[in-house]
């Protein structure tokens, strides 16, 4: 039988009142939970910055597999899937709630906090280089100390203002490569396509819906997104249906056909060749290859 995506919800071993946690990534490899396997793909009900500190090896986000190394740094945000391969790593994940987010920022490092998480609009992936890593490796062992040894009534007002330099600085690394992190004309309208396009993908694929409800022209939409992602609006919105078919694909128990009624289309064949022109495999060898990685 076909196991599900399990959702992971957020659990602070160390205090129940906390919306943060900092865990070992080698600890983290050797665990044996009771709900899930961290060797098969999950979903994220929180967010994580991922540092790895030793040793190579690859790790899965979003159905993409990742080498990664020492100074190898992802910005996973909620929702995402991901999942991890048998390896000897280190490293450390900070995780914390989207409630910590918006509870200890101002609006403007909630909104740089949201774009950096944003894997649409930049690889969850950063490779640091030296003098990148050792400032993102201090300010993980600065968290680290509060978190695990220190631990007294000022620790966590301590580990929020640590992880508000830390955003800060991962914002800045980012910055530096891709400009569409800084202050674009069409930035905010981008960002509310793709909330649009997220909920509605599977029975709105058309570019006129999205323009309408938006209350602006196809064309400032194309122009939007070629700003943003050097890509058509449609392109776009194809992007994130095969994203959400696959998340459909392998989190349920429902047929092909039935799930490709649910994506939108009339007609099962049309899914399935629809899958195969973006994907360059069907949806049944999709779901075989995640099977057999599991």
Known sequence: MKKEVKEIKFENRNSTKSHVDLVLLEDLLQRKPSDHNQYDFHKLSFFVILLHTQNEGVYNVNFIDYDFKK???????????????????????????????????????????????????????????????????????????????????????????????????LFRIKSKDNLVLGDQMYLSKYLRFQALVEQHCFMQKKVTYYAKEMGVTTKTLNNVTQSILQKTAKAFINEIVISQSKRLIINSQDSLTEIAYQTGFKEPTNFFKYFRKYTGFSPSEFRASCQAGS
């Open 71 to 169: 100074g190898s740094l992802f910005t996973l945000r909620k929702d995402n899937v991901h999942k991890f391969y048998p390896c000897e790593a280190k490293g450390m994940l900070l995780i914390f709630t989207e409630n910590f987010i918006l509870n200890n920022a101002s609006q403007s490092q909630v909104s740089k906090t949201f774009l950096l998480f944003n894997e649409m609009l930049a690889s969850p992936k950063l490779q640091l280089n030296a003098i990148e890593y050792a400032e993102i490796t201090t300010l993980f062992g600065l968290i680290k100390d509060e978190y695990f040894g220190i631990k007294d009534d000022y620790s966590l007002d301590i580990i929020k203002s640590y992880i508000q330099v830390l955003v800060a600085k």
